[in-house]
Each structure stands twice: as structure tokens, then as C-alpha cells.
């Protein structure tokens, strides 16, 4: 079971990145600890995996890491660990009547491998016979961090007398001198007891269970459970079964065993050196005892003249604890969501759609016009901060052809602010300061609307001719008729026509995808906006795509070619960016519906898998791989993430949606609310730089790419 947010380990725990999946007091994190220890008992069968699906790639990632594999059981919603066994106990029931389940927390510290594997082979025994049995530790100490079953007497698998909830200092002294024991939370039970007790003592997580593996989608190893399953009460084993059946049993045992519940515990769990600290990473102790010091990648500590503290330095956040006080750091993260400043993930893309629709439409909206548009020289400006001041620099094109496009599907969302005001203003912006005579835009102009840069870029003409059909089919266009004028800029584009297919760029990289894509884009949308001539540019680009982008051998999208279109030479032609895998994918399979093409939709879903190559465990899509598919560049742009969500949404893949819309969140937690991060460092960290204009573009589509999922799902 890998439940749990591990709230009292803030902040390395979080709820993205559990202290289950955290190596807190070695190089392996205690789920990957928990999977080799079972996988030694006798007959032990093929792990099964309880868990949430924001949690399903740090598990198939850290199960690959240690070369294990298992199957996969992810809640749509925690529903507390009686529904969780449930699910289990029929799963495992349906494969196998006689199964007996070894049901064990993946946040457990277990030193003695051999020992705990005794002790579960000596329980089974006690299961087979038909009891509840779970291992109850013998104290080493009066704590009450932890909960207490006193049993009845004697050695062996042993009747329940009570389960108590964790005590005070004074009544844990009394327990440890009358014999109780440490509620380990792990259970040793056969499948079909366990279902039948939940039948006679909690029929409705039973029956929510059994209705969420009825209604699971399946993908390879994965089932995500239905949502029958939210049904679930809310409810621990403890109080659903344990406390009210007559088979609880327990079995003593005596080996090493901690929660790691709190920093004390990590301490105590983990390796010291002769002053009794625990350090990791890039510490340095003066005069420092009995302290554990940790600073995550790139951070780095120094603690002199102190003792008997937890120092945790993870990202932005900083903890300093007395270690007799490590219980109390649950009410700082408590403090801290109240003031919303806490990165809680979502768990149902309900709740992520809710979100970024209310920080889109009362934070980043308002936000950009207010601020982000120049008010007194006009257009946009190309970045604010992350506390929203605004970051005066020379102006690119295709800034305000992605803010018209902004602005004008904001109105078309519903936000009640001025979105045809604001998009309309850059476009008049665009027209008089960007627009050639030939009709063609060009790239960059001052801040005061001087040209600096006369060229006309493929890419900027493909954002010019998206920003008018969206503004054209919302009624937009003061006056001016964007149909003539978008045909007028698609006549300047014939002139950059490449005589062996598609467009030349005018950048350093003339012969590549990524212009034809933003081409391809902008011609639907005219299509979508009933001018029907642009259906033959966007086919001819789609069909480029299928025949010479993506490489027909390995399936995946090239960036950069040469002058007869077959890959670049050297690094160039090896790029594969992750983003644009996503980016291309959410068009095709776009193209493909339109277009009734199952082959452009196989392509689209292939892309797919091939940009999840670059997908880390938070669910962040790194900037690049090598065309073997591994990675190249670990740093993380915004704009692949919501990509990411975009074709996990067109495609389906609501498991990688809800990954996605997490790793997306990461980036919008700025210490101003509607702005955002643009580059994650691959340990963690943020480059400290202004918010890019040009990225509102991603994010809204991904934003209303949620919308319309959530529509859709009635």
C-alpha cells in the first residue's frame, strides 16, 4: 500500500513526491526497500500495488530502477486503507480463491529483511488457518507517535485483546510494562477472509471496491480503478474490520521497525557519524551532534555550534526543527495550505480543471492586461516577473499573435473580463507596427515599435494567422476583413516555399518541423472558422508530417534537417524533443478525427509514447532526448508540460492527463499568482528569470483542453 502524503516530513515529503518514493535514509526510498523485502518469502507471488494515479510513473519508474515487476491497482480518489484492501483482497480473490495476502505500507523501515521474512512465513500459517493476523511490534521505547495492541499471552499467532490509538508519553510507559505492542499496520490475511469479513462488517467499501475493478481501465500492468470506487467510505482497516471482527490476531516480533514518521525517525533509521548526525547531500556540521542535516540538489548547508535538529533544505522551502518536536511539523504544513502556499497535487482531473480555471480567470488574465500589456506605447510586452513587474525588452511578432489568440479563447471559455478589448488591441498592435507591405509580419520591432529586424519568420506568420481566425470566428476584427488579410499574408508565404516540399525558415535552422506545425495549426483554425481554402495547406503540411517529420523507422518526430529533408547532420539531426512529440500528437490526432485518418491517429498515439520517453517522476517532460530515446537535456521547460496534458487529453490518457496537470502546476506556483516559472532544473530548482509572454499560449490551450474534457464527461 503506498498511500499516505507523509505531511510530518515536509519538505522532502510532499504530496507529488510521498516519503514513500523519497530515499530519506539511504540510497533507495523505503517502497523500493519494501519491494525487494517481499519479494524473498516463501511462494511469494508477483507484487500487487496499491496506490493513487498521480503516483503510477514514480512507480513504474523506481520499480524499473531496482529491476522489478509488479502489478498496479490506482485509487482515482484516497478512500483510506479498508478500501484499499478491499480492492486488493478481490483482485487477488478473482486469480487466485486460495491467495493469502501479505498487505504491507511501502513508508515502513525494516532493517532485518531475514527477520521480517520469519516472522510474515510464520503468520501466513496463522492466515491459512483463517485469522486476521498482524505483526505487532515489541517497544524499544514508551513512544507515542505510534498506536497499540495488547494481545493475550504466550508466543505465536495470538489472539487481539484491544487496539488502542496512540497515547500520551505517560500512558505508553504503562503499556510497554503491561506487554502491548507497536501497531505495525501490516496484515498477513487470505483474500477471501478478508472479503468476507468486509462483507459481514463494511458491505459498502466492499461493494465500491468490487464496483471500481468492474469499471478499471486496464494499460499493460496498470488498472486504474473506476469510479465506483469514489463510493468508498472513508474509512482505516482498523476501525472498518479489525475492531470489530473475532479473527484479529497478532504475532510479536522483534526485529528493527519504524513508520519513519517524522524526522526523529529518519534519524534514528539512518546511517551517523560519530557526533550521531545523519547528513545528506551538500552538508557541512561544525561543532553539530545528534542532528539530521539535508540539502536537496543544489542547495547546499552549513550547521555550526547546534544539536538535536532536523535542517532540511528542499527547493525553495527550508525547515529547522527540534527534533522533540518533529510530531509539530504537520501544523506548519497546515499553516501553510491555509495560506495556500503549499504545492498540493491534484487527484482527479476535476479538481485540476477547477483549479487552473479559477487561477486563469482571477489571476493570469487579469494580470497580463492589467500589466502585461503596454498601455501607453501599445501591444504586449514580452515577460513579467514572478512578482509581476513588467520587463521592458524588444518585442517579437509572434507575442501578439499568441496574445490575440489568448484573449479571443478566454472570451470563448467564459471569462467576463475584456477579452475582445485586449484582443483586439494586439492585433491593431501587430498590424501597424508588424505588418510588411507584402502583408508578411516581421520578427521584432523596439519597444517604442521601431523595426529591428525586417525578416519575415514561417513561424511568426503561423501565430499572425492563428490570432486572426480566432479573433475572426468570436466577431473580432475592428473593421478590418481578416479573411482577405489572412489570405494576403498566406500569399507573402508562398514566396518562402522550398522547392523539395513544405517552407523554408529563415533562422538558423532553415529546414525544420516546428515552423509547419504552428502553420498547420493556424490553417485548421481558419478552416474551423468556415473559410474552407486553408483545408488543403493543412492537409499538405499533415501529410508532410506523416511522410518525411517522423522518422519512418523509429516513429518519432526529428526537429531539424537537411536541404533534401533527411536528418541534419550531427547533434541537430539527433533531436527529439519530448514537447513537440506531445505537440504534433495533439495535431494529428486533431487532423485525423477531421479527417477520419486511423493512421494519423496510430501516429499521433505513437509520438505519444515516445515524448512520455522524456516524462520524469513528477510528471515533468524534460527539453530534449537523443533520437535513441534517451535523455539529453534534464532541464524542464512549461511549454512541453502542457503539451503533455494536451495529448494526453485528445488521446485519452487520463492517467497521464492527471500526471500532467500536476507537473504543469509545479510551474505556476510563483510568489505572484498568475504568472510562471519557465525552466526547472533537474534538481528541483527554478531559474530565477522573468515569466515569457510567449507561454500563455500553451497554457491556455492546455487549460481549455481540460475544460472541454470535463465538458465532455458530462
Avoid at 487477488?92 to 512465513?121: L, M, T, Y
Avoid at 484479529?248 to 529518519?266: K, Q, R
Avoid at 476584427?477 to 523554408?504: C, H, N, P, Q, W
Avoid at 510562471?676 to 531559474?687: I, N, P, Q, S
Wanted: charged share 25%; glycine share 10%; net charge negative.
Amino acid at each position: 500500500m503506498c498511500g499516505g502524503s507523509g505531511t510530518r516530513l515536509w519538505p522532502a515529503s510532499r504530496p507529488v513526491r510521498p516519503k514513500q518514493f523519497v530515499p530519506l535514509t539511504g540510497e533507495r526510498s523505503s517502497f523500493q526497500d519494501t519491494v525487494l523485502r517481499v519479494l524473498g518469502l516463501d511462494c511469494a507471488a508477483r507484487p500487487l500495488i496499491v496506490a493513487g494515479v498521480a503516483h503510477r510513473d514514480v512507480i513504474l519508474s523506481q520499480l524499473a530502477e531496482i529491476g522489478v515487476e509488479a502489478d498496479l491497482l490506482l485509487e482515482p480518489e484516497a478512500r483510506d486503507s479498508a478500501a484499499a484492501m478491499a480492492a486488493a483482497a478481490v483482485w487477488i480473490k478473482d486469480r487466485d480463491p486460495e491467495g493469502v495476502a501479505v498487505v504491507v505500507s511501502a513508508d515502513h523501515d525494516v532493517p532485518d529483511a531475514v527477520a521480517f521474512r520469519a516472522s510474515v512465513n510464520q503468520a501466513v500459517a496463522g492466515a491459512r488457518a483463517g485469522r486476521i493476523v498482524t505483526l505487532g511490534v515489541r517497544p524499544t521505547s514508551p513512544s507515542n507517535a505510534y498506536g497499540y495492541i495488547r494481545p493475550s499471552s504466550g508466543e505465536g499467532v495470538q489472539a487481539v485483546l484491544a487496539f488502542v490509538e496512540k497515547p500520551d508519553v505517560a500512558t505508553a510507559e504503562i503499556y510497554l510494562s503491561e506487554g502491548y505492542l507497536w501497531n505495525s499496520g501490516n496484515f498477513v490475511v487470505a483474500a477471501s477472509v478478508l472479503a468476507a469479513e468486509l462483507e459481514a462488517h463494511a458491505p459498502e467499501v466492499l461493494a465500491a471496491a468490487r464496483t471500481g475493478l468492474a469499471g478499471a481501465e486496464t494499460y499493460g500492468v496498470v488498472q486504474v480503478l473506476g469510479d465506483g470506487f469514489r463510493k468508498a467510505p472513508k474509512i482505516s482497516i482498523d476501525y472498518a474490520v479489525m475492531e470489530k471482527t473475532d479473527r484479529a490476531s497478532v504475532l510479536p516480533v522483534a526485529f528493527d521497525w519504524s513508520d519513519v514518521g517524522a524526522w526523529d525517525a529518519v534519524l534514528d533509521a539512518s546511517p551517523r557519524d560519530v557526533e550521531g548526525n545523519a547528513a545528506f547531500g551538500d552538508v557541512l556540521l561544525i561543532d553539530t551532534a545528534n542532528s539530521v542535516v539535508r540539502a536537496s540538489s543544489g542547495r547546499r548547508i552549513a550547521a555550526i555550534g547546534v544539536s538535536d535538529l532536523a535542517i532540511v533544505a528542499d527547493g525553495d522551502d527550508i525547515l529547522v526543527c527540534d527534533l522533540a518536536h518533529s510530531q509539530t511539523v504537520k501544523k506548519a504544513v497546515d499553516q501553510f495550505k491555509i495560506r495556500g502556499s503549499v504545492r498540493s497535487a491534484f487527484t482527479t482531473l476535476a479538481e485540476a480543471q477547477a483549479w487552473y480555471d479559477r487561477w486563469l480567470k482571477t489571476s493570469a488574465l487579469p494580470l497580463w492586461w492589467s500589466l502585461g500589456a503596454d498601455h501607453e506605447r501599445g501591444g504586449f510586452i514580452e515577460a513579467l516577473s514572478v512578482i509581476g513587474e513588467p520587463r521592458p525588452a524588444p518585442r517579437r511578432g509572434r507575442v501578439q499573435g499568441r496574445q490575440v489568440f489568448v484573449y479571443t479563447t478566454a472570451g470563448e471559455m467564459g471569462w467576463a473580463g475584456p477579452w475582445k478589448q485586449a484582443a483586439q488591441y494586439g492585433l491593431d498592435y501587430a498590424f501597424r507596427h508588424f505588418q510588411r507591405p507584402d502583408g508578411l509580419f516581421r520578427c521584432l520591432v523596439s519597444v517604442d515599435g521601431a523595426p529591428l529586424d525586417d525578416r519575415a519568420a514561417v513561424y511568426d506568420q503561423a501565430f499572425a494567422l492563428l490570432g486572426m481566425a480566432m479573433l475572426h470566428q468570436a466577431g473580432g476584427g475592428g473593421g478590418r476583413d481578416l479573411v482577405a488579410e489572412a489570405r494576403r499574408t498566406r500569399a507573402g508565404l508562398e514566396s518562402m516555399r522550398y522547392e523539395k516540399g513544405g517552407f523554408r525558415e529563415t533562422d538558423d535552422h532553415p529546414f525544420q518541423s516546428n515552423c509547419h506545425m504552428h502553420v498547420l495549426e493556424a490553417s485548421l483554425a481558419w478552416a474551423e472558422a468556415g473559410d474552407t481554402t486553408w483545408n488543403e495547406l493543412a492537409d499538405e503540411i499533415a501529410e508532410l508530417s506523416l511522410s518525411t517529420f517522423i522518422d519512418s523507422k523509429g516513429g518519432f518526430l526529428r526537429e531539424f534537417f537537411d536541404a533534401d529533408w533527411n536528418p541534419a547532420p550531427g547533434d541537430d539531426g539527433r533531436r527529439v524533443e519530448p514537447g513537440h512529440q506531445f505537440e504534433w500528437a495533439w495535431l494529428l490526432a486533431r487532423w485525423g478525427k477531421l479527417r477520419g485518418r486511423e493512421d494519423a491517429m496510430f501516429v499521433a498515439r505513437r509520438l505519444f509514447e515516445h515524448g512520455k520517453r522524456g516524462v520524469d517522476a513528477r510528471g515533468v517532460a524534460c527539453n530534449a532526448l537523443w533520437d535513441d530515446l534517451t535523455v539529453w537535456e534534464t532541464e524542464s521547460r512549461l511549454w512541453p508540460q502542457t503539451e503533455y496534458l494536451k495529448a494526453a487529453l485528445i488521446l485519452g490518457e487520463e492517467v497521464d492527463a492527471l500526471a500532467a496537470a500536476n507537473g504543469l502546476k509545479l510551474y505556476l506556483q510563483t510568489p505572484v499568482s498568475g504568472v510562471w516559472y519557465d525552466k526547472l532544473r533537474a534538481d528541483g530548482t527554478f531559474v530565477d528569470e522573468p515569466a515569457p509572454a510567449s507561454s500563455f499560449y500553451h497554457i491556455i490551450c492546455a487549460v481549455q483542453e481540460l475544460t472541454n474534457h470535463q465538458l465532455s464527461q458530462g
